[in-house]
């Protein structure tokens, strides 16, 4: 016992020392794991390669590692932790990731695994073997930090890791919570599972308009060249019914990931990504981040061909929302003879404080519980998690729904009796429409390609262009922008990040600022993948809405800017 224990530890330390810390650097677990300049990161992944080793002894289970920065520049890379269950890694574990990514030296770092390792209860030594799925993304660097990452997992003995290969986000953590379900995990099965839920949905839409010529089955999208273009290409080879025309796919070569493309930049900026224009008017466009798993639509306004009507994350979860709540309702409607068991859930909505105010009016309206978080997937789908259908968007186009296992038997149960007793009614039909879905939606975390099938399949249901789905609701008028700081950490907030605690007197010159706007909303709060502040504000008209977010970024600025004049983007 005591040789194995000197070999874990020896074995640690030879490989920690391949991988030093560069100088001056702090790396922090933020709103979804390490990021930073993608050469800065070896011994960061290298470190997060060792944790997610002893997270898969810990929990007795497949873990996943994905490396990625989503939708920040190609120079940047980071790493992000997925649980057994497809979800990010525990809350509980940041403090000690943190820890382990800051150690200052080899020796330091080795000494904080085994006193983590003990506290945790993990014994080590290869005893028990862990299983890490590896996956990155097409950024230049994703190749040397996934062999750093596989160097951090084989230096705790009896680890395994199982390169993926070049995947979307969310095509990993699927993967992660099927190989624990002990499915089967390839990306094959991916497409197959998307694919064939896709059809049983279209099969489902009621006769008549699925041959309604106003729909145009034509759906072009931006892959922000990055991975999610090009697995939409083989995916799209699976679907019928749908004319999918991508852009700015990796595969393609010409464009640089994330710049001028992709769902945050669209999102954001409220304007067509590159390789759009006049041609496209009136057409129903898509846009992914770079790690597809952010999804926005848009059209390109018939004014100007740069600006857009943006469909962004709220309105593809009123959408959802809106659909779903149909189909439960047609589900539990009482036969003629009463006969129907009505089936309980308790349906739920998750946002952030940037949804659109008009969003969540709407989604009460239709009379949903809505719950809101501070920003970020771990804590919206831990929320989410709670309901038996529970719905989770940010703004941006990050999310999807979760079905609770209670609820995913009983719905089965309720569509063999229908099947049985009322095969083919309105309400059987609705019981596999949601059991589709359920398929169909990635329940690990939020997926641009699952997340676009099921708009499309939605649409074609209802009979919807996508005018019918811009008119759901009109967004009230909203800005976003960014002001660098000396330290953005100087700000501290409360209240789902909508009132700021510190620096004492900015709330108070925010809720001036904002008394000034008829319906008037503004909030600031320090990001967590970027060196910045980020200011939201939203008022009755865009004018509005621009002053008050420009003015409370002077205000940030005066509190917290540098001396030399301030950065406002
Ligand atoms: C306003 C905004 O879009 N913030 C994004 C962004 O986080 P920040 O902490 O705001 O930088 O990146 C996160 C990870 O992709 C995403 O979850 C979040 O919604
Ligand atoms: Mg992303």
Do not use: A, E, R
């Given at each position: 016992m005591e040789s194995m224990m000197a070999e874990q530890h020896s074995l640690l330390l030879n490989s920690a020392r391949l991988f030093p810390l560069p100088h001056g650097m702090i790396f922090s677990y933020g709103t979804a794991g390490f990021r930073a300049d993608g050469s800065k990161l070896l011994s960061t992944v290298f470190r997060a390669g060792v944790l997610a080793a002893l997270r898969s002894l810990r929990t007795g289970s497949t873990v996943g590692l994905m490396i990625t920065a989503s939708?920040?520049?190609?120079g940047d890379n980071g790493i992000k932790i997925a649980d057994p269950d497809g979800?990010?890694?525990?809350?509980?574990?940041e403090p000690s990731a943190e820890a382990l990514a800051n150690a200052p030296d080899p020796q330091s770092f080795v000494e904080l695994v085994f006193s983590f390792a003990k506290e945790e209860g993990i014994s080590l030594g290869g005893e028990r073997s862990a299983e890490i799925l590896l996956g990155r993304d097409t950024r230049p660097t994703g190749e040397a930090l996934l062999q750093a990452a596989k160097q951090g997992i084989e230096a705790i003995v009896g680890s395994v890791a199982l390169d993926m290969g070049v995947v979307t986000t969310p095509q990993l953590h699927w993967m992660v919570r099927r190989k624990n379900m002990g499915v089967r995990t390839s990306e094959n099965d991916y497409f197959m599972q998307l694919s064939e839920s896709f059809r049983c949905l279209m099969n489902l839409c009621p006769k008549g308009i699925e041959t309604n010529g106003s729909i145009d089955s034509r759906l072009i999208v931006d892959g922000a060249n990055g991975v999610g273009g090009d697995k939409l290409e083989q995916l799209k080879k699976l679907l019928l019914g749908l004319n999918i025309q991508v852009r700015?796919?990796?595969?393609?070569?010409q464009g640089i990931l994330n710049e001028g493309v992709g769902a945050d930049y669209v999102q954001k900026g409220r304007v067509s990504p590159c390789c759009f224009g006049p041609k496209d008017i009136g057409l129903r466009c898509a846009s992914f981040d770079g790690d597809a798993d952010r999804l926005v639509y848009f059209r390109i306004s018939e004014a100007n061909s740069n600006s857009i009507d943006l469909v962004d994350g709220d309105k593809i979860l009123s959408l959802f929302a809106l659909f779903m709540k149909e189909q439960l309702q047609i589900l539990n409607k009482s036969d003629s003879q009463g006969l129907n068991d009505v089936l309980i859930s308790r349906v739920g909505v998750v946002q952030t404080a940037y949804a659109n105010g008009a969003s969540t009016d709407y989604l009460k309206k239709l009379g949903l519980e809505v719950a809101v978080t501070p920003t970020g997937v771990k804590y919206l789908h831990k929320k989410a998690a709670e309901y038996d259908i529970g719905f989770y968007f940010e703004a941006n186009g990050h999310g999807t729904i979760l079905f609770s296992e209670d609820f995913l038997i009983k719905l089965q149960g309720k569509s063999n009796d229908l099947a049985f007793s009322n095969a083919g009614s309105e309400s059987h039909k609705a019981a596999l429409r949601l059991l589709a879905v359920s398929k169909l939606i990635n329940q690990a975390v939020g997926d641009a390609l699952s997340g676009l099938l099921l708009v499309e399949a939605v649409l074609q249901y209802m009979g919807w262009s996508l005018q019918n789905w811009i008119e759901l609701y009109d967004d009230l008028p909203s800005r976003q922008l960014k002001v660098k700081v000396a330290d953005r950490s100087a700000v501290i907030t409360t209240n789902a990040e909508t009132q700021?605690?510190?620096?004492?007197g900015l709330q108070e010159a925010i809720d001036f600022e904002t008394?000034?706007?008829?319906r008037g909303r503004c909030f600031v709060r320090p990001s967590g993948t970027e060196d910045i502040i980020r200011v939201y504000a939203e008022a009755s008209s865009q004018e509005a809405a621009d002053s008050l977010a420009r003015s409370v970024s002077h205000h940030v600025d005066r509190f917290?800017?540098?001396?030399?004049p301030h950065h406002l983007t």
């Open positions: 939708h920040n520049p190609i979800g990010m890694m525990t809350q509980d574990w700015n796919s990796s595969k393609h070569g700021v605690l510190q620096p004492y008394g000034k706007y008829h917290l800017g540098f001396k030399t």
